[in-house]
């Protein structure tokens, strides 16, 4: 038996249990994630802070020792496994939030891009905003983009992108939607670990999200100004 099978969770202080959990993420231990994440949520913590300070922290983690090859692919596929696994736990949590309807939000990874993690975590905190949000998922060409467009009629469309080589096709839905003349009919949100703000403004975005919390902020903050400006011109 090793020192790992001793464990109790339920026995380890906020801080132990939080450390604990960053291991077994790194770790891909999906059960133990789960019983993490629900032992917190039973102390009183809020979804939020699970979801920032053990999962969110925990894949910081992971991020980095696969940036320097300490861990490879799939390893970090565990780790996203156990970490999707809290993400359910909070979901319906983050969502209940009763917050009245604000707008509707078509989100996707872009072609190429199979990493849904921080764009799940942003659809997830856009729900419990008020949002309504379409997931296309990952790896979409424009074509999803303007049939998701078409058939769910979002006030905003998100994009993600994880890597240097598929964050220029985000300019490739925006220059379509130019053409197709839809461009001002959407607000067009764009994330992802590699982008910034200059690159945001350089493929025509309305706004780059540095994360989550900040594409909630940015979505609140653009349909009031649509709705000013609605109410200016009626
Ligand atoms: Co990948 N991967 N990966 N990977 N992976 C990165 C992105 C990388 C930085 C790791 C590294 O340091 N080397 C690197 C990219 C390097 C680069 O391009 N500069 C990399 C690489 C190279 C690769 C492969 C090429 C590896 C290979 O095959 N040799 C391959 C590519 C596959 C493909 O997409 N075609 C690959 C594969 C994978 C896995 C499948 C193993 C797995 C993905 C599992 C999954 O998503 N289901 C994976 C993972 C997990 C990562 C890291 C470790 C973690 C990403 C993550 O989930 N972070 C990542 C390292 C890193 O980012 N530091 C890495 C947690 C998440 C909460 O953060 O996604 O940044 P993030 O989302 C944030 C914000 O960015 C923002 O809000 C979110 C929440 O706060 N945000 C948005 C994101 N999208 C938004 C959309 C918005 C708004 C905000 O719309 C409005």
């Known amino acids: 038996m090793s020192d790992e099978d001793d464990i109790v969770l339920a026995d380890l202080p906020d801080d132990e249990l939080t450390q604990q959990m960053h291991d077994d993420l790194y770790d891909g231990l999906k059960e133990e994630i789960e019983e993490g994440t629900n032992i917190l949520l039973a102390r009183g913590w809020t979804p939020y802070k699970v979801l920032t300070e053990a999962l969110v922290e925990g894949m910081r983690i992971v991020g980095e020792d696969f940036r320097d090859g300490i ?20 979901r319906p949590l983050l969502a209940e939030t009763g917050a009245p309807k604000v707008g509707t939000m078509v989100v996707g990874t872009v072609k190429g891009d199979i990493h849904d993690i921080g764009k799940n975590l942003v659809g997830m905190m856009l729900e419990g905003a008020g949002f309504e949000v379409v997931d296309i998922g990952i790896n979409n060409p424009v074509e999803n983009y303007l049939e998701a467009i078409e058939e769910h009629k979002p006030d905003i469309l998100g994009m993600s992108a994880l890597l ?24 067009v949100l ?6 910034n703000e200059e690159f945001g403004k350089a493929i025509g975005a309305d706004a780059y999200c540095r994360d989550a919390a900040v594409a909630v902020e940015t979505a609140k903050d653009f349909m009031k100004r649509k709705h000013n400006q609605m109410g200016v011109s009626t």
């Not at 496994?81 to 993400?87: D, I, L, T, V, W």
């Not at 240097?164 to 959407?186: A, F, N, Q, S």
């Not at 764009?190 to 982008?195: E, K, M, N, R, S």
């Open 71 to 90: 861990l490879f692919v799939p390893e970090v596929l565990l780790s996203a496994n156990a970490m999707k696994a809290g993400m359910f736990i909070l």
């Open 190 to 195: 764009v994330g992802g670990a590699p982008l």
């Open 164 to 187: 240097t080589t598929t964050m220029p096709y985000m300019k490739v839905v925006i220059d379509t939607l130019v053409e197709k003349g839809m461009r001002e009919d959407h607000i």
